[in-house]
Nanobody
Framework: QVQLVESGGVLVQVGGSLRLSCAVS????????MGWYRQNPGKQRELVAAISVGGSTNYADSVKGRFTISRDNVKNTVDLQMNSLKPEDTAVYYCNVGVWGYPGDYWGQGTQVTVSS
């Protein structure tokens, strides 16, 4: 059974940095595309950043130049380095991955990031 465990969400000051990590377990196959999404109450979940198998990345305009997504294909992890954090970055952040050999994709449980001014 594929499981995703996220970590790193905390309360941080405006302008601070934070690193989120997502570890995937339960599969002996590799990962397809991996990504991070975020959601606030009453709003749709939105893509923050994604990374392909080959390492190509895609970012939401609101985080370009501040966030960096990376993956480790041996450890089956995907990280999100967040710098110059703003109050509008406050949200629950979710990890999302596709797994070779399994249908659909998988979501983590979410980790709360709060940026305080």
């Amino acid at each position: 059974q594929v499981q995703l465990v996220e970590s790193g969400g905390v309360l941080v000051q405006v302008g601070g940095s934070l690193r989120l990590s997502c570890a995937v377990s339960g599969s002996r196959f590799g990962m397809k595309a991996m990504g991070w999404y975020r959601q606030n109450p009453g709003k749709q979940r939105e893509l923050v950043a994604a990374i392909s198998v080959g390492g190509s990345t895609n970012y939401a305009d609101s985080v370009k130049g501040r966030f960096t997504i990376s993956r480790d294909n041996v450890k089956n992890t995907v990280d999100l380095q967040m710098n110059s954090l703003k109050p509008e970055d406050t949200a629950v952040y979710y990890c999302n991955v596709g797994v070779w050999g399994y249908p659909g994709d998988y979501w983590g449980q979410g980790t709360q990031v709060t940026v305080s001014s």
